[in-house]
C-alpha cells in the first residue's frame, strides 16, 4: 500500500524555504497530486503563540524552555501528519526538528540535549536544505528583524545543519539530506527541488520511520 510522502524543506533564514515550499506545492497541484503544506513554528496554535511572541522579543524565556515550546509545537501536530500521509496526502514542510536542534545548540545547549525532546517523531522521506552564505542571505527582504537573525548566530546555525545532514545520510545509508545552492534565481532552485522531489510524488511504500 503506498501513502504520501513527506518532503521538508531546511535552511537558514532567508533562503527562500517558505517561497521554495510554495512552488512545489503549485507544481504538485498542476499534476494532480494532493499535497498538504505545513510550516514550523506554526504560530497560529497556543504554543505557537508562546513562540511568535519570544520570536519578535516580546518575551522572555530561558534556552530550554523555548526549544521544548517548538518541539512541543511539532508534537501538536504530528498524529494528524502521520495520519494524513497514511491517506495518501503529501506533506510538504517549511522547517522541522533540524532547525530546532540548529538554533539551539548554536546558543550553546547541549547537541544531544537537542535532539532528545523530537525523538520519534514522523522523519522526513526526503530533506532539501537550502543553502546560502549568511552575507548573502542578508541582502534579502527584511533579514534582520527577528531575534535569531543575526550573521553570527546564521554561520553557527549553517555548521550545524551540516552536521546533521552528515549524520543523517549515514544512518539512513543514503541520500535522505539534499544541499541545494539556494544563493542562486528562484526559478533555478526551484528546478533542481523539483528534480530532488519528483521522484516521490507517487508515493511511497515504505513504513513511515522516526526521528532519529
Ligand atoms: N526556529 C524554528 C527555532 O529556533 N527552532 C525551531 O524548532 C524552529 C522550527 C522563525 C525562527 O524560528 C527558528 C528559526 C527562525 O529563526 P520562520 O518563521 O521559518 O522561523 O522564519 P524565517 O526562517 O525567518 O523564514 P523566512 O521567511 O525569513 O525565510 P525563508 O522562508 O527561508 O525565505 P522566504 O522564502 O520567505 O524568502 C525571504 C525573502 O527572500 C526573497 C523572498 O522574496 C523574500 O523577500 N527570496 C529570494 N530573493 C532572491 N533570490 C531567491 N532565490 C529568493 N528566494 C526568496
Ligand atoms: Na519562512
Known amino acids: 500500500m503506498s501513502r504520501g ?4 524543506i531546511e535552511g537558514l533564514d532567508r533562503s527562500g524555504k517558505t517561497t521554495q515550499t510554495a512552488a512545489l506545492y503549485e507544481q504538485l497541484k498542476e499534476v494532480g497530486k494532493v499535497a498538504k503544506l505545513l510550516k514550523f513554528p506554526d504560530r497560529t496554535t497556543a504554543i505557537g503563540k508562546m513562540i511568535d511572541a519570544y520570536l519578535r522579543s516580546q518575551s522572555d524565556l530561558d534556552d530550554r524552555a523555548i526549544h521544548l515550546l517548538f518541539s512541543a509545537n511539532r ?6 501528519i502521520e495520519k494524513d500521509l497514511k491517506e495518501g496526502i503529501n506533506i510538504l514542510c517549511d522547517r522541522y526538528a533540524f532547525s530546532g536542534i540548529a538554533f539551539s545548540a548554536s546558543k550553546g545547549l547541549p547537541y544531544e540535549w537537542c535532539r532528545a525532546p523530537d525523538i520519534s517523531l514522523p522523519s522526513p522521506d526526503l530533506v532539501l536544505f537550502l543553502d546560502i552564505s549568511p552575507e ?3 541582502e534579502r527582504g527584511g533579514y534582520g528583524e527577528e531575534r535569531y537573525e543575526k550573521e553570527e548566530m546564521q554561520k553557527k546555525v549553517r555548521e550545524i545543519f551540516k552536521r546533521i545532514g552528515e549524520e543523517m545520510n549515514v544512518a539512513t545509508a543514503g541520500a535522505k539530506w539534499v544541499v541545494i545552492d539556494a544563493g542562486r534565481d528562484c526559478e533555478d532552485v526551484a528546478k533542481d527541488v523539483w528534480a530532488h522531489a519528483e521522484g516521490l510524488i507517487e508515493g511511497t511504500s515504505q513504513p513511515i520511520t522516526r526521528l532519529w
Request: proline residues 0%; glycine residues 0%.
Open 5 to 8: 510522502a513527506f518532503i521538508v
Open 75 to 80: 508534537w501538536e501536530l504530528a498524529s494528524e
Open 136 to 138: 548573502k542571505a542578508k
